[in-house]
């Protein structure tokens, strides 16, 4: 480790995502009762499915894990060592490819090892069309426990960093850790992101989401999860506007720096909504528009391999972007292009050799 303590902290579920081929994707996806587009935690009948896949399809092993794609895709546009990414893993060969990836793309891991017989978590990714369907098991990712936030390894990297990501999955176990982290961050001023993550966080978790949000500056999220939020907060017909406004004004710890609600559409256009557009002077400033739109370049269908992690790499860009002190339009401006390179890619990877975004 570099003596500069890293400037970005990521907090997740670290998971090994094991892709099936496109061809098999309609059977798995009847087979197993999931639907195209979404993301769980498999469930009793859907546990056979990590055997079944690796035994009977063929098969890709990618680092996943939402948050510490984040990671990966903030440290792109990022000075070498500026990433750190904490979640808790099996002392096994799965941690061993997701910390060989971190590394590769110069990410600390700050894992919370389990011992044996915990296993490292896995995400089965069943593909079809430009559809994405994950299906998680967390294992040892779901033993966190705040002590490791107290480790003088975890306590440095917390104290040095300024910007925090957490996603909302995190939110499923461990929501006194990811209270802890946000809190401790936004009470020191620094700036503190939170990701949706999927339909079923504001859907279930929804009490959870709602005692971290007062200490999140930038709320990310895409469509689905927005609306999700939406229904569960009796918000009715409510526009994706109304809803991403809504969130922005939800109370705030931190009341010297607006609260931003970003939320992506896919190929649609990306919309940020903010607590107080004009107030700032800092680099989150937006403009009298509110919410503002940003068009997403257009991405040929032939270049799309899959969308697994795309959203994951817009966050990460764009906080690296933040990070990098890029203002907002500059930000999404990079977000939206390292999620368009993800998806070019084999999972949730970036190009490399890296080229200039
Ligand atoms: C608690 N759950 C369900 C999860 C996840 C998850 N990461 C953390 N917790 N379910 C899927 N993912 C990850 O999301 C990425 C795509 O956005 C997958 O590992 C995949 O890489």
């Known amino acids: 480790m570099s003596s500069e303590a890293p400037l970005v902290v990521c907090l997740g579920n670290p998971l090994l995502d094991i892709q099936v081929d496109p061809k098999h994707g309609p059977t798995y996806l009847e087979k197993y009762g999931l639907k195209a587009n ?13 055997d079944d896949i690796v035994k009977n399809c063929e098969v890709t092993y990618v680092a996943g894990g939402a948050a510490q794609n984040a990671a990966r895709s903030a440290a792109y546009v990022l000075p070498a060592q500026s990433v750190a990414y904490i979640g808790s893993v099996g002392d096994d060969d799965l941690m061993k490819q997701l910390k060989a990836a971190n590394e590769a793309e110069s990410v600390i891991s700050a894992y ?15 593909l079809s069309n430009h559809d994405r369907s994950l299906c998680t098991t967390l294992r040892a990712a779901e033993m966190f426990t705040p002590s490791h936030l107290a480790s003088p390894e975890v306590t440095q990297l917390l104290s040095g960093a300024k910007y925090f990501y ?3 999955y995190f939110l499923t176990h461990g929501s006194a850790s990811a209270l802890e982290v946000a809190k401790g961050a936004s009470s020191r001023g620094k700036t503190v992101l939170l990701n949706l993550s999927a339909p079923f966080i504001p859907q279930f978790f929804k009490m959870q989401l709602e005692e971290v949000l007062p200490h999140v500056d930038i709320l990310i999220g895409n ?8 229904e569960a907060a009796g918000m009715g017909s409510a526009s994706l506007h109304q809803i991403a406004s809504t ?23 990306t919309l940020v909504a903010s607590s107080s557009p004009s107030s700032s002077s800092s680099n989150l400033k937006t403009t009298d528009e509110n919410p503002k739109t940003y068009p997403v370049p257009e991405l040929e269908s032939s270049k799309i391999i899959d969308t697994n992690g795309a959203g ?3 966050a990460g860009g764009f906080m690296g972007a933040l990070a990098l002190g890029k203002d907002l339009d500059e930000a999404i401006e990079i977000g939206h292009k390292l999620g368009q390179m993800c998806c070019g890619q084999i999972g949730p990877k970036l190009e490399f050799p890296k080229v200039q975004v």
């Open 38 to 50: 979404d993301a769980i935690l498999a469930e009793a009948k859907q546990m056979p499915i990590y």
């Open 247 to 269: 969130l922005a004004s939800f109370s705030k710890s931190n009341a010297s720096r607006p609260r931003l609600v970003v939320i992506t559409q896919g190929a649609d256009s």
């Open 112 to 126: 919370q090892v389990q011992p044996s017989p915990a296993e490292t978590g896995a995400c089965a990714v069943i």
């Open 166 to 168: 957490i996603e909302g």
């Open 223 to 230: 469509e689905s999860e927005a609306a999700a939020y939406g």
């Open 312 to 314: 994951d790499m817009f």
